[in-house]
Nanobody
Framework: QVQLVESGGGLVQPGGSLRLSCTAS????????MAWHRQAPGKQRELVAR?????SPMYALSVKGRFTISKDKNTLDLQMNSLKSEDTAVYYC?????????WGQGTQVTVSS
């Protein structure tokens, strides 16, 4: 079993910054990718950024240039700058192997003045 623990959410003013972290533990076997998704009230969960098993990052167009994803061993970070009100959501960490997907419990990010 794999466990994901997220941290770093909170309340921030528009234009501010936050850094999210996700630490994976447990029986992680084989190549895996990690990603951040988010879900705003009344909306579907969407991909924010991802690091492939080879270490290649990718970003949703809505966050490109503002967010930076990084991975060090089993920890995945998301540096969020120039935050906007539309970034308000619950942010979830995802770890995917060839055979399974594991989600974290989510961390709330609220961008408001």
């Amino acid at each position: 079993q794999v466990q994901l623990v997220e941290s770093g959410g909170g309340l921030v003013q528009p234009g501010g910054s936050l850094r999210l972290s996700c630490t994976a533990s447990g029986d992680i076997s084989g190549p895996y990718s990690m990603a951040w998704h988010r879900q705003a009230p009344g909306k579907q969960r969407e991909l924010v950024a991802r690091v492939s098993s080879e270490g290649s990052p990718m970003y949703a167009l809505s966050v490109k240039g503002r967010f930076t994803i990084s991975k060090d061993k089993n920890t995945l970070d998301l540096q969020m700058n120039s935050l906007k009100s539309e970034d308000t959501a619950v942010y979830y960490c995802l770890l995917s192997t060839f055979s399974a997907a594991y989600w974290g419990q989510g961390t709330q990010v609220t961008v408001s003045s």
